[in-house]
């Protein structure tokens, strides 16, 4: 399969396997955290530091941006993406979703800070992932720990209705490096923050 041709590319094992059930675990944990501090009133339904179920891709599914351990995936897996693609990249920003039975992802392409994107599959149980194609779309199963690489600012993406109870995924967002790099950590000052703080520094 050939990424300049084709746009897309699987990547088997992406990353060793014991990461990925860390990692799943994590967010279940993390899912559960934000559930309690809602519930509670610990913090307000606004703030999405945590993570939110208001997702407009993928309505009610716990969903993270910038996301501390999945920025550190972000890095850790660049150099492997660099390789298959012959080219230099720098990161943009990770999100990361939990999907429970009934959620979906909405056909959507993606924003300019995504030129060449992962969605790495964590755990939980497999869920087809589809590229629009000219010709017809194409079904892309992945494992647990495996990684498809595309082109998500040219090729419509989603995913139909999940029938299981439970799959973590995360997207890692990349730019090509150039002279210019303007979208290098999204417009960040560095990775692992929230995408509302930059707002913030505006205001201060």
Known sequence: MNFKKNKYQIIKKGVPIDVCKFLTNYLIM????????????????FNTDF???TDI?????????????MEVLLEMVKPTIEKQLNKKLFPTYSYVRLYRKGDKLEKHIDRKACEVSATLYLGGEEWPFYIEDIKKPIKINLKQSDMLIYRGQDLAHW?????GDLCA????HYNYETKNNENIFDQRPHLGLPNLFCKYLQKN
Request: charged share 20%; with cysteine; aromatic share 20%.
């Open 30 to 45: 993390k899912e559960q955290v934000l559930k309690t501090f809602f519930s509670t009133n610990y913090i307000s339904r």
């Open 51 to 53: 993570g939110n179920f």
């Open 57 to 69: 891709q993928s309505p009610n599914t716990y969903s993270c941006y910038g996301d501390p351990a």
């Open 159 to 163: 995913r139909n209705e999940f029938k």
């Open 169 to 172: 995924q995360v997207f890692l």
